[in-house]
């Protein structure tokens, strides 16, 4: 380390000769990558502006010790060892809660499906058996479709797609067509498959590869392949996994600096060889990582971008304790029908039944999107009477606690302009530098945790 006098300012500078990376970010694409990065580089600084790491694995408590997730819940393994002998450490998950898989429901035309992850075409009632011969006439799926509706209606025909995929898919992103969404939209939210048929036919059908990949095994069968354990703590919410890494963070050396944000990204040609904090201390760079929106990156470097940044939704954030039990045993379930407010609802009860049982407090957390800033009190009221229309919890339930939480502009629409943006936005940033890597949702091709895992350590981890 060594003092320099700068603009009249002692700047501190990291790193030295020594080989430094410098991860932003500090949720979970963050985390892992720092971890990686330790056993190539004599340094690593993972920076949060946060005041602590995790992003949407953390968790808070209130003062009657109720645990809420502000997003993410499970952490899975991957079936890839070296990854999850990091993210599931044995020593310390031992005494977690362990599931084959989530017991996920959905809630679609009035009726809450337990255990059932994709929507029962059957639910559409009459037009069922002309939407099932549509959709066993489309045996051929390709890779280029020109937005979502015609994507949905080449794999699962006209009717399945505007009785099941418009109504639903048109609440979660606010949008009035499908063909505003690009293809693959659908994929974010647990609607990649439908049910048809009944199990033994599912069963049987689901051999052939093009009826597979769109059609869903009924909840009385499952394979006997493909599980991935999923870890949930008997005590606490997913943040105790934050506390962890951040215990192996440390243990590795590597030096996280929460509640500090990049003012400058110093830079000769396309080489990044420093950081400039927004307190002005430097930090020394020989390879950047970027988990968090590029916009930060190009105002950081003095990067022109001239690109409309995509649309974004409100996330608000219900957390409740109440009295009873709740009459569903899943662990979470997708509120696909547009007559009912919430997005997603966890049932924390089902997650740590030991600890409802003995406290008497079930703890429910339910998710709103929304194209503008909803109102506390009246969003309040409606998400409580469409727990109870759905059948969630009992009507005489007394609310006990509840704590709501906005997320302005927290999720973005899958419309044309996100797809366009993000693309250049790609493209622009790894043009512009030899040695930054894009990690977490800055890839396209990956959304959902194990996919993030995977990508980071087939750069990082061999």
Excluded at 252 to 273: E, P, Q
Aim: with cysteine; aromatic share 12%; glycine share 8%.
């Amino acid at each position: 380390m060594q003092l320099l006098m700068d603009n009249a300012l002692f700047i501190l500078i990291r790193g030295g000769d020594m080989s430094s990376a410098v991860v932003i970010g500090g949720g979970i694409a963050g985390i892992y990558s720092a971890i990686l990065l330790k056993k190539r580089y004599e340094s690593v600084f993972l920076i949060e502006k946060e005041q602590e790491l995790g992003g949407l694995l953390r968790s808070f408590h209130n003062e009657g010790n109720d645990w809420f997730d502000y997003g993410t819940h499970f952490i899975a393994e991957t079936n890839i060892k070296d990854i999850d002998e990091v993210i599931v450490d044995k020593s310390w998950t031992k005494g977690w809660r362990k599931f084959d898989s989530e017991k996920v429901g959905n809630f679609f035309n009035g009726v809450l499906n337990e255990g059932e992850a994709f929507v029962d075409a059957k639910g559409i009632g009459a037009n069922y058996y002309r939407g099932l011969n549509e959709f066993l006439e489309k045996t051929y799926i390709n890779d280029t479709y020109t937005d979502s509706e015609d994507q949905l209606e080449n794999t699962f025909g006209q009717t399945f797609t505007q009785e099941i995929f418009k109504p639903s898919l048109c609440k979660i992103f606010c949008v009035d067509s499908l063909a505003e969404l690009v293809a693959g939209a659908n994929l974010l939210f647990g609607m990649k498959r439908i049910k048809v048929l009944n199990s033994k036919a599912s069963k049987l059908i689901k051999t052939l590869p093009t009826y597979d990949a769109k059609m869903s095994y009924h909840a009385d069968y499952s394979p006997s392949k493909g599980y991935r354990t999923h870890f949930y703590p008997k005590v606490g919410g997913v943040g105790v996994w934050v506390d962890q890494m951040r215990i192996k963070l440390d243990a590795l050396g590597v030096t996280v600096l929460c509640g500090r944000s990049v003012k400058k990204i110093g830079h000769k040609g396309r080489v990044i060889n420093r950081i400039v904090m927004d307190n002005d201390e430097v930090i020394d760079c020989d390879n950047l990582v970027w988990t968090i929106p590029l916009v930060f990156l190009f105002r950081a470097a003095g990067i022109e971008c001239s690109t409309v940044g995509p649309r974004l939704l409100n996330t608000t954030l219900l957390h409740f304790t109440f009295d009873s039990k709740p009459l569903s045993d899943d662990h979470y379930f997708y509120c696909y029908d547009p007559s009912f407010l919430p997005f997603r609802v966890t049932l924390y009860s089902n997650l740590q039944p030991e600890v409802s049982q003995s406290s008497g407090r079930h703890r429910v957390t339910v998710e709103v999107l929304s194209s503008g800033v909803l109102d506390a009190e009246k969003t309040c009221a409606v998400v409580i009477m469409d727990l109870i229309k759905m059948k969630v919890i009992p009507s005489n339930s007394k609310v006990l606690y509840q704590k709501i939480m906005s997320i302005p502009n927290g999720f973005p629409v899958m419309d044309h302009s996100y797809a366009k943006s993000f693309e250049f936005q790609s493209h622009l940033a790894i043009n512009s530098f030899k040695n930054l890597s894009l990690q977490g949702k800055n890839n396209t091709r990956d959304w959902f945790m194990a996919d993030v895992l995977k990508s980071i350590y087939h750069e990082f981890g061999r």
